[in-house]
């Protein structure tokens, strides 16, 4: 099955230090690198990577930025017919703050990511009336509720922020993690419980499928009559960066590619171990055979 993914496309720029300034403070880094990134056009790749049909819907700007941005996309196999260049408008662009953990800090300029319109959705969902579509909140709101008309709505609510009940009623699946999740229902989920009680909000709301990221912790999938916490597995993280982006692309993948809910979850989780072991963002999406080579019998 094919899958649109709706969403923002950076460049991210890297910077690498001991530990987070204070406010105020100059502290002298290390390292710095540039990287293509945005949570869309990250997921869009890691599903490219995996080997997935994938189009992207969204915008860059008529920059030298747009260009790296666009070529990053279809080297992964990703179709970039849906992207709109805009005219006199910037890129997208992302500041990152890398510590020794590999723990980050980001603030992201959406510059042309802030022209993807409903329109634009809508021509897709035309395009691709049987595709599943993806969205996050790098773009604005009213084009990423467009994907609640689609046949299986996936909503992954990056960066938090509040959402109508109305998009919650029309999604397959929401994949919050723990600061999302908190911002959405209140709950902040560090154990079980809390974790079940939150999904339930989210569930009462319409949401059929509720999968809570956390973090080196795994994550925690509900469909209100099933449920599992899948463990992520240990790896000697160096970044990470858009590990939560490789695990919600991965994810769609696997569901979208047939899957069951235990086996989408357990390679997914693979998926985003093994990105943090490597620099960057879309660079550190693993490919198929790379995965398969780490993911072992869940494969």
């Known amino acids: 099955m094919s899958i649109c993914v709706v969403g923002s496309a950076n460049l991210d720029f890297v910077f690498r230090a001991d530990r ?4 105020g403070e100059t502290v002298l880094g290390g390292d710095f690198a540039s990287f293509p990134g945005g949570k ?16 992207f819907v969204g915008c860059v700007g008529d920059d030298r930025f747009g260009d790296v941005l666009i070529d990053s996309l279809r080297a992964a196999g ?19 703050v890398l510590d020794k953990t590999g723990q980050n800090r980001i603030i992201v300029a959406p510059g042309a990511n802030l022209h993807v319109s409903a329109e634009q959705v809508q021509s897709a969902l035309a395009a691709f009336p049987y595709a599943s579509f993806l969205a996050q909140l790098e773009i604005p709101l009213d084009a990423a509720s467009e994907i609640g008309l689609s046949q299986r709505a996936y909503l992954n609510p990056a960066p938090a922020a509040p959402l109508p009940d109305s998009l919650l009623a029309q999604l397959f699946a929401i994949t919050p993690n723990e ?24 569930l009462d709301k319409g ?18 009559q099933q449920e599992l916490l899948v463990p992520s597995p240990k790896v000697n993280a160096i970044d990470t960066v858009a590990a939560g982006d490789c695990f919600t692309g991965a994810l769609v993948y696997f569901l979208s590619d047939g899957r069951d809910w235990e086996n989408s979850l357990n390679l997914a989780a693979h998926a985003a171990a093994l990105s943090v072991t490597r620099e960057g963002a879309q660079a550190s999406m693993p490919t198929r055979d790379e995965l ?4 072992g019998a869940f494969w």
């Open 78 to 96: 990703v179709d970039t017919a849906l992207l709109r260049r805009v005219e006199g408008v910037a890129s997208g662009c992302a500041g990152i």
């Open 179 to 202: 600061t999302e999740t908190e911002v959405l229902t209140g709950i902040r989920p560090d154990h079980l419980d809390s974790c079940r009680a939150a999904a339930k909000v989210l």
């Open 40 to 55: 869309g056009a990250n997921q869009a790749v890691a599903i490219g990577k995996l080997g997935g049909e994938v189009h």
């Open 292 to 295: 398969r080579a780490f993911a």
């Open 20 to 23: 987070f300034p204070a406010a």
């Open 207 to 224: 949401a059929k499928n509720v999968v809570i990221t956390l973090g080196e912790n795994g994550c925690f999938w509900t469909s209100g």
